[in-house]
């Protein structure tokens, strides 16, 4: 009687539904997960998270308006496209260290990959780092140190739009 039970178990456990197998991955120790919790509550609405198992991925879309507010800041309008790649590279930078400073160090140290993805109408671009080495951007003050920081330890892409 209990091989039968045993062996029911087994059989329905097969063929579990989508759910349940989802319920069973958000109960194993990832850190993921809780970095989620707390950086959720500190990012803008525009920005997009989510978890694949270990791995943290952050899509951030900037609207027209705010390109446009941040490039009238800029003193020489005759370098457009320079400024324009430049504010994007600047937003991307500024969004890792925004994330390092509201992400709890100890889950964010060993949060697998880290994907930042900015996209705008005129570009998109995809920042690759580990969170052992994103972790350590709050400790740091100054920006040649965070920028020297930055080069080494993160990835970047374009990605034609």
């Not at 045993?6 to 958000?26: C, D, G, T, W």
């Not at 507010?69 to 005759?78: E, G, T, V, W």
């Not at 990959?113 to 109408?121: A, F, H, R």
Request: with cysteine.
């Amino acid at each position: 009687m209990i091989g039968i039970l045993f062996m029911a178990i087994f059989l329905s456990s097969i063929n579990l539904p989508k759910q349940v197998k989802e319920h069973r991955q958000a109960l194993e120790g990832h850190s993921c997960p809780a970095e989620l919790i707390q950086l959720n509550r500190h990012i803008p609405q525009s920005w997009k998270t989510e978890c694949d198992v270990n791995d943290l991925t952050v899509t951030i879309t900037l609207d027209e308006k705010v390109l446009e507010k941040l490039l009238a800041q800029k003193k020489d309008p005759k370098k457009l496209k320079e400024n324009i790649y430049a504010l994007h590279y600047r937003e991307l930078a500024n969004s890792l260290i925004h994330i390092a400073k509201n992400s709890p160090n100890a889950t964010l140290e060993k949060t697998g990959n880290i994907k930042v993805i900015l996209e705008t109408s005129k570009l998109k671009i995809a920042a690759y780092t580990h969170g052992q080495y994103l972790f350590k951007l709050p400790s740091l003050t100054d920006p040649t140190m965070i920028a020297e920081h930055l080069k080494a330890t993160v990835q970047i892409k374009e990605i034609a739009k």
